[in-house]
């Protein structure tokens, strides 16, 4: 395997709605990220994925892009974008942006010109008398009536969001030229959204499914493998930098298919069957979470996969302390245990902004609290069925992507630091205590632990790129060996929010969350939540 600088990169992803507002509009934007590169910086990290910064009508918060070569307003100019470039790159991080190409947003020209009737970019969408049966993955149908016509077009997300024809070759020209444009700019790759579903083989009718009927005509279909290699031919191959996708419904075996080295497509993916551990089929019907089940899903991406882009958090997500560990009794020591089995898997590890000083799921109280375009739709939708209200607003609170995208936590006044106006969604009430100026000077909080971790990885041949071996533990115990060469590491994290026994295993400690010297000290015992890091 190649050891590419994108393999032992610490990546760290900025919702830029949410992290830093600069000019009071209650908006995050690109100068407040610029103010806060020299945190990222102390921080360790390598290199941003900035989630779409791009023109956007913002039903989607920017997943709906209206102009691929100009800024959100709302977010800064060209001149700020170039400069966050430029600064980021003087203190050694690289950015890397979203590709969002599977649908445009329906005010971009190209779908304004289709609507006018202009035949050129009539093919660039799917126009068609009659619909089929697909489902969108926002709920609800995936077909829509084009205004004052008697024809719908194909949106596998929101109805403002109109999926690209990628059989049509003017499409991929002008994806390739727009991917130039950035990378041109000096970024160093880019995060493509949704990409195993961009290329539709037929807009049959699908096998009737509860949700997403249809998911066989495009679901990592030849056409998109292929798609995907001429665009790192054409493309991606004369630039220094990497793309990682985001694709549904993988398999470890199909997660190799689309980023195997010999197989010229992307780089790295990010796999869902972790996410899935904690629910029945889709996100909004729940299963108790049982660490055995997380455990079991992330073991077998390690060994089946060549390589994984790790990750436990990002803007879709609800995050990880509130379900994987415990935010009201033990977020410290359940958020530093989650950041060692973060950073220590083998692969490329993705920190989500705020996951490092443990931020947690919001107490939204009412639904006009929420401003996600999905759960809104799925609340129009449950809203139809005999189901309390109550109910329905708890069902989604647990799993809304708002969880993620209230504002950064900075300090404890009224804007959290985030900003000094109103902003754009509620700030979680927990600001108050969780901010990042009291983890500062912590030496024993969670960004401490972060930093250590980080800076110890760094010098880590066996956390970089060493092989992985899943070692024998107690039931949601998950222990696991490092190792290259002569130098080995040994993880062993007690995911259990009750004591369980520790394992066979001897080493150094370099790192624990209960601040154990030795392993010794533990007398056979781990501590709920309780992680070690030890080297041989
Ligand atoms: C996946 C993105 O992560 C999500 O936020 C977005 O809504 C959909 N793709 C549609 O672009």
Redesign the pocket.
């Known amino acids: 395997m190649n050891k590419e600088w994108w393999r032992k990169a610490v990546i760290y992803q900025i919702y830029p709605r949410s992290f830093k507002d600069s000019n009071g509009d209650g908006i995050g934007d690109i100068p407040g990220i610029i103010s806060e590169l020299d945190y990222l910086k102390e921080l360790g990290i390598d290199c941003i994925w900035l989630?779409p910064i791009y023109a956007s009508p913002n039903f989607?918060?920017g997943?709906?892009i209206s102009d691929y070569r100009a800024i959100n307003p709302e977010f800064g100019t060209m001149e700020d974008f170039d400069k966050l470039v430029k600064e980021a790159g003087d203190r050694g991080i690289k950015i890397v942006m979203?590709l969002?190409i599977?649908?445009t947003s329906n005010e971009h020209e190209w779908f304004r010109k289709a609507l006018a009737g202009d035949k050129k970019y009539r093919d660039y969408y799917y126009f068609r008398s009659q619909k089929n049966n697909w489902g969108s993955?926002?709920g609800g149908k995936a077909w829509s009536k084009a205004p004052g016509e008697d024809m719908y077009y194909l949106h596998?997300?929101s109805e403002n969001?109109p999926d690209l024809n990628w059989h049509n070759p003017d499409v991929y020209k002008e994806v390739c030229d727009i991917m130039r444009f950035w990378l041109d700019k000096g970024i160093a790759g880019f995060r493509c959204?949704?990409i195993n579903v961009i290329y539709k083989d037929s807009l049959d009718n699908g096998k009737r499914r509860l949700v997403l009927s249809g998911l066989e005509h495009y679901l990592s279909t030849e056409g998109n493998h292929e798609l995907l290699r001429r665009l790192r031919q054409d493309v991606l191959s004369k630039y220094d930098c990497f793309t990682v996708g985001?694709t549904v419904f993988v398999d470890p075996a199909e997660a190799n298919r689309l980023m195997g080295e010999d197989r010229k497509e992307l780089n790295m993916v990010f796999g869902f069957e972790h996410m899935e551990c904690d629910q029945r089929g889709v996100k909004w019907f729940r299963r108790t979470y049982s660490p055995e089940r997380l455990i079991r899903a992330l073991d077998r991406w390690q060994t089946e996969c060549e390589w994984t882009a790790n990750y436990l958090e990002?803007?879709?997500q609800p995050r990880s302390v509130s379900r994987f560990g415990d935010a009201e009794n033990c977020r410290r020591e359940s958020a530093k245990m989650l950041a060692a089995l973060n950073l220590c898997l083998r692969g490329t590890p993705f920190i989500y902004e705020g996951e490092e000083i443990g931020m947690t799921n919001c107490d939204f109280k009412k639904m006009f609290e929420i401003r996600d375009?999905?759960s809104r739709n799925v609340n129009d939708i449950l809203a139809r069925l005999p189901i309390p209200k109550r109910t329905r607003e708890k069902m989604i609170f647990r799993v809304t992507?708002d969880n993620a995208r209230t504002p950064m936590q900075w300090d404890n006044t009224a804007g959290a630091g985030f900003t000094e106006g109103l902003p754009w969604i509620r700030i979680n009430g927990n600001h108050e205590w969780v901010n990042v100026e009291n983890e500062l000077p912590d030496e024993d909080g969670i960004l401490s632990f972060y930093k250590k971790l980080i800076a110890y990885r760094k010098q880590s041949e066996a956390l970089q790129f060493g092989d992985y071996k899943k070692l024998p533990a107690e039931k949601g115990v998950y222990a696991f060996e490092r190792q290259a060469g002569n130098s080995k590491v040994t993880v062993v994290l007690n995911m259990n929010s009750y004591e369980e026994e520790f394992p066979e295993v001897t080493g150094r400690v370099i790192l624990s969350n209960y601040g154990r010297l030795s392993a010794e000290s533990l007398e056979g015992h781990m501590k709920p939540y309780e992680a070690l890091i030890l080297e041989n």
Request: glycine letters at 0%; a negative charge; aromatic letters at 18%.
């Open positions: 989630s989607d918060n997943y709906d979203d969002v599977n649908h993955f926002f596998l997300f969001q959204d949704v985001e990002n803007h879709d375009i999905e992507r």
